[in-house]
T-cell receptor, first 118, second 114 residues
């Protein structure tokens, strides 16, 4: 079956610009989480979407935003880019029933989008 | 701060040896998962252990969980060069609805020499 697709895989931006990253999950995976990975901070949780609603958010400034579409595809946007935003951005869909916390299943990661801010 | 801390940060062994990585976490959890990441790639799920389980096996992997010590270990037996990767533990929060996010540890970088 098709895996998780993230686009673009690599991109270079300059400070002040904005960027949109896309994630196409595996069919049936209604939840999508986004993570930022840097050598210094490791894997940091950005946010999670379920059925087009953001249901969890990490400790990132408002410049980081996301959304999910009715077909479960997700995008994240970073505005006014800073040098420190250079990172590997990973989306991770998950098959979930949407029930209460306590049933966190495995995440299926995409290959990531590597963003370099100059 | 991150939920999980792993040690060692880096581990180098010869093929055929066993590799053990440890993970400690801070709050009560529902389950703990281990993931593997090859350099610059996405993470791949290895195994999930629930809070009421103490040990779980999957092929050459053995995971233990001690909720009283808030710690877990991942053992890879008979390591192969292809096991060279970074390994992360991930924990979720036992909390109210809508807080089932996974928080990752700092990772252990494993190098297996042929």
């Amino acid at each position: 079956k098709a895996g998780v697709t993230q686009t673009p895989r690599y991109l270079i931006k300059t400070r002040g610009q904005q960027v949109t990253l896309s994630c196409s999950p595996i069919s049936g995976h209604r939840s999508v989480s986004w993570y930022q990975q840097t050598p210094g901070q490791g894997l940091q949780f950005l946010f999670e979407y379920f059925s087009e609603t953001q249901r969890n958010k990490g400790n990132f400034p408002g410049r980081f935003s996301g959304r999910q579409f009715s077909n479960s595809r997700s995008e994240m946007n970073v505005s006014t880019l800073e040098l420190g935003d250079s990172a590997l951005y990973l989306c991770a869909p998950r098959r979930t029933s949407g029930r209460a916390a306590g049933d966190t299943g495995e995440l299926f990661f995409g290959e990531g989008s590597r963003l370099t801010v100059l | 701060s991150q939920q999980g801390e792993e040690d060692p940060q880096a581990l180098s062994i010869q093929e055929g040896e066993n590799a053990t990585m440890n993970c400690s976490y801070k709050t009560s959890i529902n389950n703990l998962q281990w993931y593997r990441q090859n350099s610059g790639r996405g993470l791949v799920h290895l195994i999930l252990i629930r809070s009421n389980e103490r040990e779980k096996h999957s092929g050459r992997l053995r995971v233990t969980l001690d909720t009283s010590k808030k710690s877990s270990s991942l053992l890879i037996t008979a390591s192969r060069a292809a096991d060279t990767a970074s390994y992360f533990c991930a924990t979720d929060f036992r909390a109210t609805y809508n807080t089932d996010k996974l928080i990752f540890g700092t990772g252990t970088r494993l190098q297996v020499f042929p």
